[in-house]
């Protein structure tokens, strides 16, 4: 089965500063989807942005970009000018068509201002 | 609005207590599914179901029920819950298994099994 892994539990960024979340997974497939949500208090699940492994060019939406490296099954998520409302926990999920999404176990984030 | 609705949003319950967490989703998906969240584990798939009257077990179907007679509800059941069953449910839906836009969540119910 595929897993996917955050290594980093707890990340602390200063506020406007840049961070970058990790996320490593490991597949055998060439097609798949992957996705970072994002978990504030509140509980609600997020979607903050998504690659298709097919697509060389990283995705980004605003502030956050990832930097998706296919060969070393990578996908980073980079948010820039960090705000507080950016505090939150942080899933990479990696999806292959007609399977399920795979969660990595979170990173918490927390913005110091 | 576009939404999956998950009630309750908590609940305290004792051991051996029969309990059902509700789900409902207003999009017309085919595909449903139930996740648990804990700490240092991440979401891990319960059930998942493909359409009316089509269910399967995910990685930690354990101790867990479904039903899918209604293509917009997707109840959870606890028989018997037990301690170990305390975390936070998360519902969620898609037009597809493999939809590339991922999935609406449900806002979470927490559970605690005392």
């Known amino acids: 089965a595929q897993t996917v892994t955050q290594s980093q539990p707890e990340m602390s960024v200063q506020e406007a500063e840049t961070v970058t979340l990790s996320c490593t997974y490991d597949?055998?497939?060439?097609?798949?989807?992957l996705f970072w949500y994002k978990q504030p208090p509140s509980r609600q699940m997020i979607l903050v942005i998504r690659q298709e492994a097919y697509k060389q060019q990283n995705a980004t939406e605003n502030r956050f970009s990832v930097n998706f490296q296919k060969a070393a099954k990578s996908f980073s998520l980079k948010i820039s000018d960090s705000q507080l409302g950016d505090a939150a926990m942080y899933f990479c999920a990696y999806r292959k068509d007609n399977n399920d999404m795979r969660f990595g176990a979170g990173t918490r984030l927390t913005v110091k201002p | 609005e576009a939404q999956v609705t998950q009630n309750p949003r908590y609940l305290i319950t004792v051991t051996g207590k029969k309990l059902t967490v509700t789900c409902s989703q207003n999009m017309n998906h085919e595909y449903m599914s139930w996740y648990r969240q804990d700490p240092g584990l991440g979401l891990r798939q319960i059930y998942y179901s493909m359409n009316v009257e089509v269910t399967d077990k995910g990685d930690v179907p354990e101790g867990y029920k479904v039903s899918r007679k209604e293509k917009r509800n997707f109840p959870l059941i606890l028989e018997s819950p037990s301690p170990n069953q305390t975390s936070l449910y998360f519902c969620?839906?898609?037009?597809?298994?493999?939809?590339?836009?991922?999935?609406?969540f449900g806002s979470g119910t927490r559970l605690t099994v005392v």
């Open positions: 597949t055998s497939e060439s097609d798949y989807y």
């Open positions: 969620a839906s898609s037009h597809r298994r493999g939809d590339i836009y991922g999935y609406t």
